[in-house]
Every structure is written in structure tokens, then in C-alpha cells.
């Protein structure tokens, strides 16, 4: 097998680990979350026209809500950009608090962002967001290990800028490069 077809059936596998503890540890964990990061208190949502007009059940068109919103006569949680719009400092409009739970979880609506947040493969490793209350990082690097098998061993490096952001990287046993580099 090619290092290029080895490199990518790896992020296959990590990605695969990730969904894995997304859905036995995080999304049961979400009912009883004591930050619901639906709230958007500490992160940014990053949506498309679609997802948005759906979500704030707007009418106008997309041209006249964008005159508003750059005239600052838009919702002030929403701010536009490279022709996508990121939501923050508000609870999501799909999050019902009564239930909390999302309206749009498994519809097709469900921004990539939420479904990715908190633990997804980038560039062959598994990024793991600690801000999350439900992530546990010995849980997850297990997780991993196990899905990579005994010829990898996972290397846990937090980002200097945003330390709460932990990549888990596998590499092969015996060597020090990162598989894929």
C-alpha cells in the first residue's frame, strides 16, 4: 500500500474513532450539560444563507438582509463574512432550552460545525475541544489507540494559542515523524 493510501485509510480510522466518542461520550452528556455550547456563550457558529434564513425564519432575501446587517440594523449576534455567517453571544435558534436538545439534530439543516464540535479528524489527527465538559482526553486517546491498533501510539500536543484546542496524532511505534508528515 502507498504511504498516500496508508496516510488516508489512518484518517479513515481516526475519523471513525472520533464519531465513535462523539456518540458514547458526548452526545449523551449534552441533556445534562451544565454549558450547552448551543448557547454559543463561548463559541462561534459558523453557518450558511440556507441554515440562517431557516433558523431566524427570515423573509427578505439574502441581498436586502445583508444591507441590513452591514448597516447595523441586523440581529447583533450575527456577523457576516467571506460569504458565510457566524453566530455568537446567543443561543442558537435551533436549541430548545425546555428540552435541550437541537430541532435540526440528523436533519440536513444541522451546521457541519455542531456535528464536528467537539472531538473531529483535521489533517490526520483527532482535534479534541476541552472547553467541552464532556470530553474526556485519556477516554478519547484510548478510544483511538484502540481503533489504530498496538502499531501506533497516540501523542497528545495542545495549541499554544488556544490550549483547550488538543490534537491526538498516532505515530507509527519506533518512529518519531508524525504519519503523514
Request: glycine share 6%.
Amino acid at each position: 500500500m502507498s504511504s498516500r493510501a496508508s496516510r488516508r485509510l489512518l484518517a479513515k480510522e481516526l475519523a471513525a474513532a472520533a464519531a465513535a466518542y462523539q456518540a458514547a461520550a458526548v452526545i449523551p452528556h449534552c441533556a445534562e450539560c451544565a454549558k450547552p455550547c448551543c448557547r454559543l456563550d463561548s463559541l462561534v457558529l459558523e453557518l450558511e444563507w440556507k441554515q440562517l434564513k431557516s433558523f431566524w425564519r427570515l423573509e427578505e432575501s439574502r441581498t436586502a438582509f445583508d444591507r441590513k446587517l452591514s448597516a447595523g440594523q441586523g440581529p447583533e449576534e450575527i456577523r457576516a463574512g467571506d460569504g458565510l455567517y457566524y453566530i455568537h453571544s446567543k443561543a442558537c435558534p435551533a436549541y430548545d432550552e425546555t428540552h435541550r436538545s437541537c430541532r435540526v439534530y440528523g436533519q440536513e439543516l444541522k451546521p457541519l460545525g455542531c456535528t464536528d464540535f467537539p472531538v473531529y479528524e483535521d489533517r490526520g489527527c483527532v482535534v479534541a475541544d476541552l472547553r467541552c465538559e464532556a470530553v474526556n482526553i485519556e477516554a478519547l486517546a484510548a478510544t483511538i489507540a484502540g481503533a489504530v491498533g498496538q502499531e501506533f501510539r497516540i501523542v497528545k500536543s495542545a495549541d499554544e494559542e488556544f490550549p483547550f484546542l488538543v490534537s491526538l496524532s498516532a505515530r507509527k511505534v519506533g518512529t518519531k515523524r508524525k504519519l503523514g508528515d
